[in-house]
């Protein structure tokens, strides 16, 4: 083995081209995206003439072929010649030998539309990625306690940090293509005398299965060729920052406005048919029509309900206030104006780009119980596909990224909308 080891030294030793650091890397990369230009451009040139090739044109494209072939071949066997020496560097103790990594599954798989990662169920363990029992910022956690998670745990644990609006529903993860949950669509009101229960149970609280179906959404990644190849770049851990961001950018429009065309439920498509109370808002938005709001949602639901707002909304409350001169919008002293710790009549406050402004029509404000009121559905698993046509003059690679969700409504009696120009949200009044 050690005769192994310096006999591969010696061959990177004696062939730089093997021995290629980063910039070297771009370097070549960007002269295989020029000389591939040039043959383009003979071959546009003798396409638009309408003849063939010249015996000096000929020459060129055969030497820029030439030169090609040879970057491609300096990279494959540098390629080969870094997995070698991390083959002979790996200690023959490690469990994880024979797993391949995230990156290098990447890196091999084809770009092809028919094949996929499926990630969902990768146990993340690095140091980065380990959760464990001991609170945030309390120091080192002991080993002990550090627990595993999957890939696609991670990023649906990390999106209640993104979208505090995915934090305040109830959520519900599945490895099923299709999933039925129970749901009481009443909640049951208080204990009653045994001979009395049945009855009172048969008129107060009903079960209602609700289906959720694993609706497909995607998004677009991009990682040059570059730092594909780069081992020290982290593209596992860029890959799991940009997915969960835009998982949640899009559960916080999907939340609001739902998908029509998947049948997906967002608080818009909540009617007094389901079960909520409605509130015309005035013209002139003031705290009596927030309070008239908050005594409208059902006692039971207050302790746990959130507001729902638009960002404009959110100004018009900033300098308004009560009768007695308590603010409308309450937030920390030491805090923004609307921030994560900001309340309406001692409930939490969301602001939400998606939904409606005071000066539209449709619903402009919502309050309840959101954990009762909408069911996200989360297929626990995550598909990843690779595309190198996307970008190839820029020698770029595109990460196809495939999840399933699906929300449902459930409880509408856990919810007040707050709706503006006349609105309505009556099914059977707009039939």
């Known amino acids: 083995m050690n005769e192994c080891i310096v006999h591969l030294r010696d061959v990177l030793f004696l062939c730089p081209k093997l021995n290629l650091k980063g910039n070297q890397m771009k370097q070549l990369l960007e002269k ?21 090739f010249s015996k000096e044109e000929l020459d060129k494209i055969n030497g820029y072929t030439d030169e090609v072939n040879q970057i491609d071949a300096t990279i494959q066997t540098q390629k080969e010649a870094r997995a070698l020496m991390t083959t002979i560097k790996e200690p023959a103790t490690n469990d994880n030998q024979d797993q391949p990594s ?4 990447i890196r091999a798989l084809q770009a092809d539309a028919n094949k996929e990662i499926e990630i969902g169920t990768r146990e993340v363990r690095d140091g980065t990625h380990t959760f464990s029992d001991t609170a945030v910022g309390s120091g080192n956690a002991p080993t002990e ?42 909640k049951l009101g208080k ?7 049945a009855e009172y149970t048969k008129q107060v609280a009903t079960f209602e299965p609700i289906k959720l179906e694993a609706h497909k959404f995607g998004t677009l990644i991009t990682f040059s060729q570059e730092a594909i190849e780069d081992t020290g770049y982290n593209v596992e851990g860029e890959l799991m920052r940009q997915l969960a961001e835009s998982y949640g950018i899009t559960l916080d429009e999907l939340i609001v406005k739902g998908n029509e065309e998947y049948k997906v439920n967002g608080l818009n498509d909540f009617s007094v048919d389901d079960g909520v109370k409605e509130v015309q808002l005035p013209a002139k938005l003031t705290p ?10 059902p006692i039971r639901y207050r302790h746990t309900a959130t507001w729902v707002i638009s960002d404009q909304t959110a100004k018009a409350l900033t ?3 009560f009768e007695d001169g308590r603010p409308v919008l309450v937030t920390s002293f030491n805090g923004s104006p609307v921030g994560p710790h900001t309340t309406i009549l001692g409930r939490p406050v969301i602001i939400n780009e998606h939904v409606a402004e005071l000066n539209e029509t449709g619903s402009a404000i919502f309050f ?23 970008g190839f003059i820029r020698d770029e690679i595109a990460i196809k ?29 707009a039939v």
């Open 191 to 197: 204990f009653v005398p045994m001979k009395e229960l």
């Open 102 to 105: 995230l990156l290098d599954e």
């Open 32 to 52: 295989r995206s020029k000389l591939i230009e040039q043959i383009e451009a003979i071959m546009n040139e003798a396409e638009v003439e309408t003849r063939a």
């Open 319 to 321: 300098d308004m206030k």
């Open 145 to 186: 306690i550090i627990s595993k998670t999957t890939f696609a745990d991670y990023i649906l644990d990390k999106l209640a940090y993104i979208s505090p609006l995915y934090g305040a529903v109830r959520h519900e993860r599945f490895g099923n293509s299709k999933h039925q949950i129970p749901v009481q669509a009443n």
């Open 368 to 390: 309840g119980d959101l954990k009762r009121a909408l069911i996200v559905g989360e297929r626990k698993a995550l598909s990843l596909q690779k595309s190198t046509e996307y």
């Open 288 to 297: 009596e029509t927030l309070t008239e709001i908050y005594f409208a949602l």
């Open 401 to 429: 990224a495939n999840m399933r969700l699906d929300i449902k409504k459930a409880l509408g009696e856990a919810l007040v909308i707050g709706t503006s120009s006349g609105a309505s949200r009556s099914k059977a009044k």
